[in-house]
């Protein structure tokens, strides 16, 4: 939703932008819904290749502490105490 919601944002500066400054190439209004659309699918791809960077670390994280908690506890003992309160289970073993 949040993607979907940057898009429409894109969308509407983009259509704000139109409307106001009026720029030459779209004189007669022809390519007013063109633009919003190619600057919805925009905002759409640059929202989603920042939350799949987000997400691709978020993954490793977990990945890494299921493999070896212990190097987690070792190099980021803040973040490891904070897994280990929200998630009591995963310091087992450690």
């Known amino acids: 939703m949040g993607i979907i919601l940057i898009g429409a944002i894109t969308a509407l500066f983009s259509y704000a932008y139109v409307e106001w400054v009026k720029p030459t190439f779209n004189a007669g209004g022809n390519y007013t819904v063109v633009l919003v659309l190619i600057c919805f699918l925009l905002g759409i791809m640059m929202a ?23 190097a987690l506890r070792r190099t980021k003992p803040e973040l490891y105490q904070r897994i280990v309160q929200t998630w009591p289970q995963i310091a087992v073993g450690v």
């Open 48 to 70: 989603t290749i920042v939350a799949n960077v987000i997400d691709s670390g978020v993954a490793t994280t977990f990945v890494a502490l299921a493999e070896d908690p212990e």
